[in-house]
């Protein structure tokens, strides 16, 4: 025990993170609060509930149509969410079953909360898994940050992170679709992916010495595919980022990759109560592919992904197009610690663009954390040279103004 309590482990930067994490908990736990106080009862949060219910008490069977018990609102807005959340003959077309579970996980044990007059209770514990998601993929962003470009850039990207109204709203359930496990998936499986290449050089065996790192990798596809079908993306790409790293163990790489992806399968397979019709039929009519190429020739959709993203995080407005022409005239920082979290980022901006309507929202999403990565990446170079005071008094700047206008926006909320 003692060997696991020691100042690599639990620093300083370690809690400077935490504390910044438990200022993004305290951001949550306020949206949250102020989410069931402010608004209507979201129809699509307790179909989300009602299904995911369903699925725990009936272990799935028979469990495929539409039911919506709680009072919600103008017909119109119902039939929005019917539109959006089933398609196929009562299954949803963007998600599998494991969505739903992990939505009404926190209702599992208990009954009669569905009703209007627990509204309250209802959309906290509606919360709380994207509440432990945010705080574990904001520990993930910046567990990779630093081990990429050391404290400076993990404490960059962590506080854009816990800063971010995007992740916030999404984390909280303010009006977001619960997306962030779905990014906690897809952050977790292309860095697995890359820290898994980096290790087949070692000389051990590669199946035995990898196995936690394949059952994580194996875990984060199942929760990004399972939470987003067309978020498939994520398989080939690690599978591609495996390859490049490792040119002289392309076969080790690619046997670590199928064994992570029959994990994969199998908790997908275990979501759907191992009934192997459900889920044939589940993942038979899932949508995986919704890009229209029509729309590359549409202003409006990249308008629409520019002001999403400024929405995401307002600091990436000034950021990105700074990190941007710093990586493309100096050659110093085209390295694959600053390339790999653009190259993801650019593959789900170009996907947002592709797909103008859900899930285009998701990809736009998706992006987010893997720039907050690349603009950290940058940050932490520009802070080696000769120019640091420049660059230090910039970034403390940029963080505090972000910080500080996120936190105005939030005592706005308290008024209404």
């Given at each position: ?16 993170a ?35 219910t ?47 579970l ?11 909360l569905?009703e ?9 514990l509606a ?47 303010w ?39 394949i ?10 595919v ?10 080939p ?7 490049y ?7 080790a ?20 109560f191992?009934q ?17 190429f ?45 390339t ?8 789900f ?9 859900y899930?285009g ?21 520009l802070?080696e ?9 910039s ?16 005592a706005r909320?308290?008024?209404?």
């Open positions: 025990m003692g060997r696991f309590f020691t100042r690599e482990r639990f620093g300083r930067p370690q809690v400077l935490a504390l910044l994490l438990l200022a993004f908990l305290a951001q949550c736990l306020w949206l949250v609060e102020r989410g069931w106080r402010s608004r209507a009862i979201d129809p699509e949060e307790i179909y989300r509930l009602e299904r995911g369903s699925l725990w008490e009936h272990r799935g069977v028979g469990v495929t149509g539409y039911k919506l018990t709680a009072p919600v609102g103008p017909e119109k807005e119902l039939d929005r969410s019917l539109q959006r959340a089933l398609a196929n003959s009562g299954y949803d077309a963007n998600h599998s079953h494991l969505w739903y992990i939505a009404a996980a926190p209702l599992a044990l208990s009954r009669g569905l209007p007059g627990n509204v309250g209770e209802l959309h906290r919360a709380s898994p994207y509440v432990v998601f945010g705080l574990l993929l904001g520990a993930s962003l910046w567990y990779v940050s630093r081990r990429l470009f050391g404290n400076a850039g993990g404490y960059v990207a962590l506080t854009l992170y816990c800063f971010s109204p995007g992740i916030l709203r999404a984390s909280a359930l009006s977001a679709e619960p997306e962030v496990g779905a990014a906690w998936g897809a952050f977790g499986a292309i860095f697995t992916a890359i820290a898994v290449a980096h290790t087949l050089y070692a000389p051990r065996e590669v199946i035995l010495w990898n196995w936690r790192r059952v994580l990798l194996g875990l984060s596809l199942a929760l990004a399972g939470s987003q079908f067309s978020l498939v993306i994520v398989v790409s690690a599978l591609a980022f495996m390859l790293l490792a040119p002289t163990r392309r076969m790489a690619a046997s670590i990759w199928a064994v992570a992806c029959g994990v994969a399968i199998l908790l997908l397979y275990a979501s759907y191992f192997a019709r459900s889920f044939f039929d589940g993942i038979g009519q899932g949508s995986f592919w919704d890009i229209s029509k729309a590359f020739a549409m202003p409006q959709a990249y308008h629409q992904v520019v002001s999403q993203l400024g929405q995401s995080s307002p600091a990436l407005i000034p950021a990105l197009p700074v990190a941007l022409i710093t990586y493309f005239i100096w050659p110093r920082v085209r390295y694959f610690g600053n790999a979290p653009l190259w993801v980022a650019t593959l901006l170009v996907l947002a663009i592709g797909t103008p309507h899930p929202l998701v990809f736009q999403f998706m992006a987010v954390p893997f720039l907050f990565v690349f603009v950290a990446g940058i940050a932490a170079d802070l040279t000769r120019h640091r005071p420049i660059a230090l008094a970034i403390w700047g940029l963080l505090v103004a972000n910080a500080g206008w996120n936190l105005w926006e939030l909320v308290a008024r209404g």
